[in-house]
């Protein structure tokens, strides 16, 4: 059985504050950084962790991709701080 697929937006967020989304998104995040780690390419990654076929649909597997890549980096670089310093 495949891996249950939690909903996505099409672009993660791209604002410098920790969203309710990217706290929502952890896993997914973690699951992109393990992929990249592992030399994964985009069209490796796209189906397994969103569902979407590069075949079918490259722009939007490609754009969703390297958005939450953006971002599970961003969040690796930045971001962490804020899980850290919770208020």
């Given at each position: 059985?495949?891996?249950?697929?939690?909903?996505?937006?099409?672009?993660?967020?791209?604002?410098?504050?920790?969203?309710?989304?990217?706290?929502?998104?952890?896993?997914?995040?973690?699951?992109?950084?393990?992929?990249?780690?592992?030399?994964?390419?985009?069209?490796?990654?796209?189906?397994?962790?969103?569902?979407?076929?590069?075949?079918?649909?490259?722009?939007?597997?490609?754009?969703?991709?390297?958005s939450?890549?953006?971002?599970?980096?961003?969040?690796t670089?930045?971001?962490?701080?804020?899980?850290?310093?919770?208020?």
């Amino acid at each position: 059985m495949p891996p249950e697929i939690d909903p996505f937006d099409e672009t993660a967020p791209e604002v410098s504050d920790l969203t309710d989304y990217d706290r929502a998104h952890l896993v997914l995040y973690m699951r992109l950084l393990d992929a990249a780690a592992e030399g994964a390419d985009w069209t490796e990654a796209a189906p397994v962790i969103f569902g979407i076929d590069p075949a079918a649909e490259p722009d939007r597997a490609r754009q969703v991709h390297d958005s939450h890549l953006a971002r599970a980096r961003w969040m690796t670089s930045t971001g962490y701080r804020h899980l850290l310093s919770r208020r």
